[in-house]
């Protein structure tokens, strides 16, 4: 499984079972935050065999069941952090996916467990990522129409519609997808959001999703 191909089968789960993460994978998994912290100075971290961070009524009532292994997002406060978290967030979720394994976004419905993260003086912790083995595939969640996400008028080339179209797969809380894309230029994108809760985490995660489905970089983004 590529990473497109993670990006159109996986959703959202929320049950999980004992089995403990594969060394070899959760080895994979370290490897990967490790490489994303360096390139984005966040401080994120995999928890395993914790489970403690949803044994109470938060996560009773965001329906979370056996989960005992997390990524934790962390970095330090300022205006990018919860875009810098989506971005990188939303790549780890899918590597884990081509991996064998099940992941949810959550944003409030866990407990922050002392002494078992390491948050530095100046950080924040922004969100967690569920991870773990599951019979569970999830289930497609309900999406906005390409015209509610995008701005541009008139014709459009290939690969902006299918960086929109992907981004449309994203993940965000409360599918609110309050984001929206501009093609300036032909060349350029500006990617915006409106206010909600954790919007500048959807954004940086729906950026991720366009930037793989038209098969552009990061250059790609314009102010």
Same mark, same amino acid.
């Given at each position: 499984?590529?990473?497109?191909? !993670?990006?159109?089968?996986?959703? +959202?789960?929320?049950?999980?079972?004992?089995?403990?993460?594969?060394?070899?994978?959760? !080895?994979?998994?370290?490897?990967?935050?490790? $490489?994303?912290?360096?390139? =984005?100075? &966040?401080?994120?971290?995999?928890?395993?065999? %914790?489970?403690?961070? @949803? +044994?109470?009524?938060?996560?009773?009532?965001?329906? @979370?069941?056996?989960?005992?292994?997390?990524?934790?997002?962390?970095?330090? #406060? *300022?205006?990018?952090?919860?875009? &810098?978290?989506?971005?990188?967030?939303?790549?780890?979720?899918?590597? !884990?996916?081509?991996?064998?394994?099940?992941?949810?976004?959550?944003?409030?419905?866990?407990?922050?467990?002392?002494?078992?993260? =390491?948050?530095?003086? *100046? %950080?924040?912790?922004?969100?967690?990522? !569920?991870?773990?083995? +599951?019979?569970?595939? *999830? $289930?497609?969640?309900?999406?906005? %129409? @390409?015209?509610?996400? =995008?701005?541009?008028?008139?014709?459009?080339?290939?690969?902006?519609?299918?960086?929109?179209?992907?981004?449309?797969?994203?993940?965000?809380?409360?599918?609110?997808? #309050? @984001?929206?894309? %501009? &093609?300036?230029?032909?060349?350029?994108?500006?990617? $915006?959001?409106?206010?909600?809760?954790? =919007?500048?985490?959807?954004?940086?995660?729906?950026?991720?999703?366009?930037?793989?489905? +038209?098969?552009?970089?990061?250059?790609?983004? $314009?102010?």
């Amino acid at each position: 499984m590529d990473l497109l191909q !993670a990006m159109h089968e996986r959703h +959202s789960v929320r049950v999980y079972d004992n089995t403990p993460i594969d060394d070899v994978i959760t !080895a994979a998994l370290k490897r990967l935050i490790t $490489t994303f912290n360096a390139e =984005s100075g &966040l401080h994120m971290q995999l928890l395993t065999n %914790e489970p403690k961070a @949803f +044994s109470g009524i938060k996560a009773r009532y965001g329906k @979370f069941r056996n989960v005992r292994n997390y990524i934790a997002l962390i970095g330090r #406060k *300022g205006p990018d952090l919860g875009e &810098l978290c989506g971005y990188y967030g939303e790549q780890l979720v899918l590597e !884990a996916q081509t991996l064998g394994l099940k992941t949810c976004w959550v944003g409030g419905t866990y407990k922050k467990v002392p002494k078992v993260l =390491s948050v530095d003086n *100046g %950080e924040k912790l922004v969100a967690v990522i !569920a991870v773990g083995y +599951s019979n569970e595939d *999830g $289930t497609q969640h309900t999406n906005r %129409e @390409f015209n509610e996400v =995008s701005k541009t008028i008139g014709a459009m080339p290939e690969w902006y519609v299918k960086g929109v179209e992907a981004a449309l797969l994203a993940p965000t809380a409360i599918n609110q997808q #309050k @984001f929206v894309f %501009e &093609l300036i230029d032909d060349e350029k994108v500006r990617a $915006t959001t409106a206010l909600g809760p954790f =919007s500048t985490v959807d954004l940086g995660i729906a950026k991720y999703h366009f930037e793989l489905g +038209s098969g552009k970089d990061d250059t790609i983004w $314009t102010d």
